[in-house]
């Protein structure tokens, strides 16, 4: 469970002052192990996570006097009492498990481009953001180019003649040749920027996936980033994953 998820789940926003310590205490003694703790590390959490900063003399009086609470083992240290932490661990019983959640913002494709569409294309598009905000370009650029053919296949499909793009045992064709068909089918009737774009994409992905000597940076990303989010929600549309 990341700290986001667990400061929802634990509605440490809405909880006291004194609560809101205790919590988010708890948090990294589970996750980090952290033994004990000072005002001075409260502060810190607390403008991490954009709360405001609590009067401090105020402050440590509260937790001295809480029964949530025990000294810890250096001046100004506090510890969580074993049954505040027992009562924690009953509350919380997920809190060490690792999340599968992708922790993203929109920084190639807008969620509203991909919100309608099937749970493995969302799951697609936020690890395309995800790499990308992580510096992870080699990786945004080959999930990039997977998009685009997944989204082409689709596309196919929805227009009854995905039959085009099949081999002789019914799999799919490579890529480069499901582009080329793209390109001149009429039943798709691409737009002219994405139809002139799509050997840009997968040339970029493929680099990134084949070429020894080649490292994906965030500029080469950059330089086709609005023109590949407008490609991916034409094809949202003609793959029937929006509406």
């Known amino acids: 469970m990341t700290l986001e998820q667990y400061l929802e789940e634990a509605c440490v926003l809405e909880a006291s002052e004194i609560d809101k310590v205790k919590l988010i205490f708890f948090y990294f003694f589970t996750k980090k192990e952290l ?9 810190e959490w607390f403008d991490n996570i954009h709360l405001s900063k609590p009067n401090s003399s105020r402050l440590k009086s509260k937790i001295a ?3 949530a609470f025990v000294r810890g083992p250096s001046k100004d240290t506090f510890k969580l009492h074993a049954s505040t932490i027992k009562a924690l661990d009953s509350q919380f019983p997920d809190i060490k498990t690792k999340s599968e959640s992708i922790l993203t913002d929109e920084t190639v494709i807008p969620f509203d481009v991909y919100s309608q569409s099937r749970g493995y294309i969302k799951s697609l598009c936020d690890q395309v953001n995800a790499s990308y905000h992580y510096n992870i370009f080699d990786g945004c650029a080959v999930l990039m180019r997977r998009l685009i ?3 082409l296949i689709h596309s196919f499909e929805e227009t009854d003649s995905s039959e085009g ?3 002789g045992n019914g799999n799919y064709i490579p890529l480069e040749q499901i582009v080329v068909k793209a390109k001149s089918s009429a039943s798709l009737s691409l737009s002219r920027d994405t139809r002139g774009l799509l050997d840009t994409f997968r040339q970029l992905g493929n680099f990134s996936a084949h070429k020894i000597h080649y490292n994906c940076r ?4 950059d330089k ?3 023109k590949y989010r407008a490609a991916i929600e034409e094809l949202m549309y003609k793959s029937g994953n929006r509406t």
Do not use: G, N, Q
Not at 35 to 43: I, P
Not at 218 to 221: E, L
């Open 35 to 43: 033994d004990c703790f000072s005002v001075s590390d409260v502060f």
């Open 218 to 221: 965030r500029s080469d990303v």
């Open 224 to 226: 086709i980033k609005m």
């Open 149 to 151: 053919e997944i989204l």
């Open 165 to 167: 793009i099949k081999d």
């Open 65 to 67: 006097a809480s029964r």
